[in-house]
C-alpha cells in the first residue's frame, strides 16, 4: 500500500467542493489548480502578475508541506482567461521554472469567478 495523504490550503473551496490542495501518493504529489488568492485575506489581487507569483507561493507552500521541492515538478498546466496575458505571465513562469523545464500546456478558457485570471496546477515526483 502506498503513502497516500491529502494536504490542504485551508482555502474554504476545498471542503466545499470536496477537494485537497495536494494528494501525496507514494513518490508523486499532486497539486490541485491553484489561482491568485492570498489566502491569509480571501482576497484576489486585480492583476494578472500578482495572480500568479500568488498561485505560484502557494504551489512553494504546498509542496514544501508534502515534503517536495519545485525541482521535483515534472508537469505544469496553466490556464489563462485571456491569450493577452500571455506576454505577461511568461516571464514569470520562466523565472520560477528557470533550470527545472516541466513539460507544460496553457489554455485560454474560462475560470469559476471572474476575478481569476490565472490557474496553475503542477505535478511532481520524487526519485
Excluded at 490550503?9 to 489561482?35: I, K, N, Q
Excluded at 507552500?61 to 515534503?67: I, K, Q, Y
Excluded at 527545472?100 to 469567478?113: E, K
Aim: hydrophobic share 40%; with cysteine; glycine share 8%.
Amino acid at each position: 500500500m502506498t503513502d497516500r495523504r491529502h494536504i490542504s490550503s485551508g482555502s474554504p473551496f476545498e471542503s466545499a467542493a470536496g477537494y485537497s490542495r495536494a494528494l501525496v501518493d507514494g513518490h508523486w504529489c499532486f497539486v490541485s489548480g491553484t489561482t491568485g488568492y492570498d489566502y491569509a485575506t480571501m482576497t484576489m489581487p486585480d492583476d494578472v502578475e500578482t495572480q500568479t507569483r500568488n498561485a505560484l507561493a502557494t504551489i512553494d507552500r504546498t509542496l514544501a508541506e508534502a515534503g517536495f521541492e519545485r525541482a521535483h515538478i515534472v508537469r505544469a498546466r496553466y490556464a489563462i482567461t485571456d491569450a493577452g496575458l500571455v506576454d505577461r505571465v511568461f516571464p514569470i513562469l520562466g523565472a520560477f521554472f528557470a533550470g527545472i523545464q516541466p513539460a507544460a500546456t496553457m489554455t485560454v478558457t474560462g475560470l469559476i469567478r471572474p476575478e481569476m485570471k490565472i490557474e496553475i496546477d503542477v505535478t511532481a515526483k520524487k526519485g
